[in-house]
């Protein structure tokens, strides 16, 4: 059995979550790390928190993990709204 994990609950958690359905995934689960509470199922999602996923998640023999990468303005070392070259 493979589960699909997203990490965290995002901006693009809908996105990731429709991407999953469209794939027809059969266990999608969503940690939320904000969460301490028991699982619960919203439109065959199941939504866990840290500790429900270390125990419910050995069940399943792959993982595959979902998470967004962001990108903000100043990591490349510059700000480019801020920075100025020098003439």
Do not use: C, H
Request: glycine share 6%; hydrophobic share 40%; no cysteine.
């Amino acid at each position: 059995m493979v589960a699909d994990v997203i990490l965290g609950v995002t901006i693009d958690t809908k996105m990731w979550i429709a991407e999953l359905k469209i794939k027809n995934s059969d266990f999608i689960y969503v940690v939320d790390y904000e969460y301490f509470g028991e699982p619960v199922v919203r439109d065959k999602v199941v939504y866990i928190s840290t500790i429900d996923a270390k125990k419910q998640l050995t069940k399943f023999s792959s993982i595959n993990f979902y998470k967004s990468m962001y990108g903000y303005p100043g990591m490349s070392g510059k700000m480019s709204s801020l920075y100025k070259k020098r003439s």
